[in-house]
């Protein structure tokens, strides 16, 4: 066999690099450029990379139309196809975005993980509408909803899987079906629940106010673990019976949950503190997070007659095992793991987490933020004179 020349040990080289390069490009999607695509005179999306594992974009918005440099980045997310369908030869067949017949709104499902990687500016994921004329709105967190990568049925609206076993959407969507979101607000539902999903709830969401001395106790928490972020399910309560007895032998499941913030409805009067956190994944497994002394501590507060209480908004720090827990957090754990009413939903085996304060702000500009959330959140229930913004 005849060796190799130089030029041909080159050209062999320069070929088996340009393959390498190829197949790296193919995996990590690191060879893709920039692309923009500009949507309507107020969005643009830009195709960012990414080609086997779904093409990744981000959203843009332009307040001026005439001053295409001044523009403010919106979110990020995956997508199955859309503008950049083309530029892989691939089918256009759905899209984490949808923009309005209109052009002056977006409808996206935005990943809080793909904005971390690329260094862009962190906020929950979920799916937002984004409006010439009301701004960027979370409608719902990245607990309720996945992603879906399928036919979104139009241009202007998003196809999203229902995970919350928990809650229903908007439309009434339930566990195991699919939204359709449009960039307009409107919503519909696709599917059918699923068999694995239970819901004790779903003739009445939103329970009604038992009477006028029941009262609201509201708490807004972020679970952070390195670079990710969740939202509970639920959040587990205890009425301390005694002052400063945050040691109790029974757990109250909350009501209702929506984007991270929690409900107790129909509390009685009394003292009240936080003690864990619940969060299911498709009801197969359990994510349990159990609270130090520093926090349940934070988290007190007490209720008067027919009042709503805000608890605080909480970023808690999670630490996987119960090896190093506190004595709260070991005998919450045994609590939960003896009691089972009312949080039939977890299940053995499931994931355990000591939660450490990170930040809580519980001043006047949080509690508004709060209440207003919650005004939509309970309105089904007929809660709307209690969350008026008074102190």
């Known amino acids: 066999m005849r ?72 979110g990020s997310c995956f997508s199955n196809s859309g503008p950049g369908s083309e530029t892989f030869n691939l089918s256009d067949a759905g899209s984490c975005f949808g923009v309005s017949e209109s052009g002056k709104s977006i409808v996206y499902r935005h990943s809080s993980q793909m904005a971390a990687q690329n260094n862009r500016p962190i906020k929950g994921g979920g799916a937002y509408i984004h409006s010439v004329d009301e701004g960027d709105r979370l409608i719902y967190s990245d607990d309720l909803v996945g992603q879906m990568w399928t036919t979104p049925e139009g241009s202007d609206r998003i196809y999203l899987p229902w995970k ?11 566990c195991g079906q699919h939204i359709v979101l449009a960039a307009d607000g409107t ?3 696709r599917g059918r629940k699923a068999s694995y999903c239970s819901y004790e709830f779903v003739y009445s969401r939103i329970p009604h106010p038992e009477d006028p001395e029941r009262s609201v106790i509201g708490i807004q928490i972020e679970l952070q673990g390195g670079i990710l972020s969740q939202k509970p399910d639920s959040v587990f309560f205890v009425a301390m019976e005694n002052e400063g007895a945050i040691s109790q032998d029974y757990v109250f499941p909350s009501t209702f949950a929506n984007g991270g913030r929690v409900y107790l409805l129909n509390a ?56 190093k827990a506190e004595p709260i957090q070991r005998h919450y754990a ?25 930040t809580a ?31």
């Not at 919350?164 to 339930?174: E, I, N, P, V, Y």
């Not at 089972?340 to 000591?354: F, N, Q």
């Not at 709060?370 to 969350?387: S, V």
Request: proline fraction near 4%; aromatic fraction near 10%; hydrophobic fraction near 35%.
């Open 361 to 391: 702000k519980r001043n006047s500009d949080a509690r508004t933020a709060f209440l207003k959330h919650a005004r939509d959140d309970l309105a089904e229930g007929g809660w709307g004179p209690l969350l008026s913004d008074r102190p």
């Open 187 to 189: 919503e519909s539902v």
């Open 3 to 74: 060796p190799y020349s130089g030029d041909s040990l080159s050209r062999y080289s320069g070929v088996k690099s340009l393959a390498v390069c190829l197949v790296i490009c193919v995996l990590v999607s690191s060879c893709a450029t920039t692309k923009e695509f500009r949507l309507s005179p107020y969005y643009e999306a830009n195709l960012i990379g990414g080609i086997t594992m779904g093409r990744q974009y981000e959203i843009f918005y332009f307040p001026k139309q005439t001053d295409r440099s001044a523009k403010v980045y919106l």
């Open 268 to 323: 009685r009067p009394g003292k009240y503190a936080a003690v864990a956190t619940f969060r299911s994944q498709m009801n197969t497994t359990g994510f349990t997070t159990y609270f130090s002394k520093d926090l349940v501590g934070a988290t007190r507060v007490d209720v008067r007659p027919g009042e709503a209480v805000f608890m605080g908004s909480y970023v808690v720090h999670m630490s996987t095992g119960l090896k």
């Open 334 to 358: 045994d609590v939960l793991a003896r009691q089972k009413a009312g949080v039939s939903h977890l299940l053995p085996g499931g994931v355990h987490y000591l939660g450490a304060l990170g």
């Open 164 to 174: 919350s076993s928990k809650t229903s959407s908007r439309a009434g969507a339930l």
